[in-house]
């Protein structure tokens, strides 16, 4: 039973940081790419940052340069440093990950990605 379990979310004032952490448990073999999505009210999910091993790292446009992304292998855990936070940035966010290889134009698109967890609230007014 594949399971992502977030935490790190809470309310920040613009400009703060939060570290989110997503722990996975029960993967099957051929775990490829573990990211960060988000989702505001009204709005579509919207992928942050995503890492798969031996293809690298992604942003989006909109977070680059702010966050960063990064796993711990032996620990099954990815991390989302997120600095200088922005009000555009409150939204649920979601830890995903896929079973196989996803293709570079699709690496941050939801629909790519086969477990999600239940999201961590980031909130920055």
């Known amino acids: 039973h594949v399971q992502l379990v977030e935490s790190g979310g809470g309310s920040v004032q613009a400009g703060g940081s939060l570290r989110l952490t997503c722990t996975a448990s029960g993967f099957p073999p051929g775990l490829h790419s573990m990211g960060w999505f988000r989702q505001a009210p009204g709005q579509e999910r919207e992928g942050v940052a995503v890492i798969a091993p031996d293809v690298g790292i992604d942003y989006s446009d909109s977070v680059k340069g702010r966050f960063t992304i990064s796993q711990d292998n032996a620990k099954a855990t990815v991390y989302l440093q997120m600095n200088s936070l922005k009000v555009e940035d409150t939204a649920m966010y979601y830890c995903?990950?896929?079973?196989?290889?996803?293709?570079?134009?699709?690496?941050?698109?939801?629909?790519?990605?086969?477990?999600w967890g239940q999201g961590t609230q980031v909130t920055v007014s």
């Open positions: 995903a990950a896929s079973r196989g290889y996803i293709a570079t134009s699709r690496r941050l698109v939801a629909t790519a990605y086969n477990y």
